[in-house]
């Protein structure tokens, strides 16, 4: 029986492998299963882990696949006899992975984001009647090797997936706009993308020692400066509602795909 099983690998699942495996986890303990040969053969090469087609017993189950076929692994995955479950589909609920299952197992439904691609995502988690505290950690640990990791309610996690889970988005889209601006300014794009792309670096590294933003803003912003005018022109122009209706709308579009 592997120790550990991820179905799925894609670029989620080949995240949690390789952050796995940089944590010290022996890559003959896990097993990754994908369908596409090219594939299997690739992430043999990379990771050294062993690669299948077929689901197999383990000791705990990572699905990483499409949404569509979740309930459909997972329930093949109970039947293998595998001990536990994490899942990372967007929308996929714990009564959907209760159904397939048999309600018995212990299931996390997690809701991770993109940056785990680069160690730094940011999940939620939360567990089914069945799933104990050992369980949750079990979910702690495997995520927490590609960022951090929060406990929540389920019922909040598509405020989560508003917030955390499309947020790099939203990033990236301010990257876009502090890039053209600077351009319109007279920056050359080259010059533009690599101080917008440190500054943000720069500003979310502040932000992770733990002062809140509110504090680190005021450091920037001397009064009748430049900062305090750009700062001005943000808030008149909605910046706040912007990003509150965002997460809203976001939250609420995972609820309706949560329902279907």
């Not at 996390?108 to 104990?132: E, F, H, K, W, Y």
Request: charged share 20%.
């Amino acid at each position: 029986m592997a120790e550990l099983l991820i179905v799925g690998g894609g670029k989620m699942g080949a995240a949690l492998l390789g952050g796995l495996l940089r944590h010290g986890r022996d890559a003959q303990s896990i097993v990754i299963v994908e369908p596409l040969e090219p594939r299997r053969k690739e992430l043999t090469e990379i990771y050294g882990v062993r690669a299948t087609t077929e689901i197999e017993p383990a000791s705990g189950t990572i699905l990483a696949t499409k949404p569509d076929i979740v309930p459909t692994v997972a329930r093949e995955a109970a039947e293998k006899g595998t001990e536990r479950l994490l899942s990372i589909a967007a929308g996929v609920t714990l009564a959907t992975l209760d159904d397939a299952t048999g309600g018995l197992l212990p299931v996390v439904r997690a809701m991770p984001n993109t940056p785990a691609l680069v160690g730094q995502g940011a999940a939620a988690i939360c567990g089914n009647d069945a799933a104990s505290l050992e369980d949750l950690a079990w979910a702690e640990g495997i995520l927490g090797a590609v960022g951090t990791v929060v406990r929540t309610d389920e019922k909040l996690l598509d405020a989560v997936t508003g917030l955390s889970g499309s947020g790099p988005a939203y990033i990236f889209l301010v990257a876009e706009a502090m890039i053209d601006a600077g351009v319109l300014t007279g920056l050359s794009r080259i010059v533009a993308t690599e101080l917008a792309v440190q500054t943000l670096l720069g500003a979310a590294t502040l932000l992770s020692e733990g002062r809140p933003p509110a504090e680190l803003r005021a450091d920037v912003t001397s009064p009748g400066g430049t900062t305090a005018a750009g700062l001005r022109a943000l808030e008149q122009h909605g910046l706040r509602a912007a990003f509150a209706a965002a997460i809203e709308a976001a939250t609420m579009r995972s609820q309706e795909l949560g329902r279907t």
